[in-house]
């Protein structure tokens, strides 16, 4: 936990009976506002810039009041007001990406998940270090662009949506593609299916897959839709487009559940387990929801290129719940298993343990 702030001290002033859940309205804040909603809690949204009416076409996510400020750097002006509706944060990428990692660190609200996995999430190398150092496959980091020799996949650090990435398979193609300005991060190009995981870790309950730690659940899995890249095959080589001056991009557009092969979830909820084992041991835990981002291979074996340590917008089709977790409860959003988790944690008065 960021030493300014002083959570515990926060949340005893709380009436745990008033908890408002919060978040950005953006990325997945229709399931969050939904869920904590079916929970019983009251909900804020805040709205960067007066976007509020499109929650009107939706009004079982829209949420009870808004907060409208100019920019992202606004709501930390307004963490006393927040604090006075017993505010408690739940970050999603949007929140994270544009307030910054080291703002959100800061943000004196509080907040669920561990922000110490910020430092380590938005650092590429750190990333790696954790996941590989935990036993997760990873693919292959090429440190010198000059010595690229196959296909990679060129990534700038940060949670962007896929914007910026590229693929080269020479040092020419990343000339042609690179922005000296931002780092960067080159690793192999592995053929084969990408699939989201999401899961969901409570160091609160007792009943599901156990750990040492707590519960690891699997709520939902989800394929993306990237622009262009999905589409350029259409038009022809990556060569010849290039000579074009268009370029493939990997901005994430959309959203597609999947539901894998059964004999897989063995080493899904291994890899799952092995990220959480490792993030007690290196920075306190991970805890609430997670995404690791994968790539299965023909011989099925599980390559992971990234972690996003909170909701993730994948989950966004399943607000009625999944293949998975209808096997655990209908109706069970991400968003709602969050809002669950909160209340299970009032109720038990254990809120540190997810709190931060």
């Known amino acids: 936990m960021v030493n300014e702030i002083d959570v515990p001290g926060i949340l005893e002033g709380y009436d745990k009976d008033n908890i408002t859940i919060a978040t950005v309205c953006s990325h997945s804040s229709l399931q969050i506002f939904d869920g904590a909603r079916k929970e019983g809690f009251r909900t804020l949204g805040i709205s960067v810039g ?11 996510g829209k949420p009870d009041e808004f907060l409208v ?7 930390l002006e307004n963490t006393e007001e927040l604090r006075e509706q017993n505010v408690i944060i739940v970050p999603h990428g949007s929140f994270v990406e544009y307030l910054g990692a080291d703002q959100f660190r800061t943000l004196g609200l509080p907040t669920f998940g561990n ?105 939902s ?39 894998i092969r059964e004999s897989l979830l063995p080493k899904v909820f291994d890899m799952g387990e092995r990220a959480v084992n490792r993030a007690y041991e290196l920075f306190g835990g991970l805890f609430g929801s997670f995404c690791l981002e ?12 990234e972690i996003s340590s909170r909701i993730v917008a994948g989950t966004n089709p399943f607000i009625s719940g999944s293949p998975y977790a209808d096997l655990m409860e209908e109706n069970l959003s991400t968003g709602r298993r969050i809002a669950r988790e909160i209340k299970l944690a009032i109720e038990k008065d254990n809120m540190d343990k997810i709190i931060t």
């Open 50 to 60: 007066d976007r509020t009416k499109i929650y009107d076409a939706f009004p079982k």
């Open 69 to 75: 400020v100019d920019d992202y750097q606004e709501i």
């Open 115 to 219: 922000r110490r996995v910020l430092k380590w999430e938005s650092d590429r190398n750190k990333e790696r270090e954790w996941l590989t150092s935990a036993g997760i496959s990873m693919p292959e980091i090429i440190p010198d662009p000059k010595k690229i020799d196959r296909p990679v996949l060129v990534k700038y650090h940060g949670a962007k949506g896929g914007r910026g990435f590229f693929i080269a398979k020479d040092y020419s193609d990343f000339k042609l593609g690179i922005d000296h300005k931002k780092e960067y991060h080159i690793q192999e190009y592995i053929m084969g299916t990408r699939y989201y995981l999401h899961y969901f870790f409570s160091p609160i309950k007792t009943e599901g897959y156990k750990t040492k730690r707590g519960v690891l659940e699997l709520l």
């Open 221 to 259: 899995i989800d394929r993306r839709d990237e622009s262009n890249i999905d589409e350029m095959y259409k038009l022809g080589s990556q060569e010849d487009l290039k000579k074009m001056q268009i370029y493939p991009s990997f901005v994430v557009t959309g959203n597609i559940p999947v539901v």
């Open 294 to 305: 994968t790539i299965v291979t023909d011989q099925l074996d599980f390559k992971v290129f």
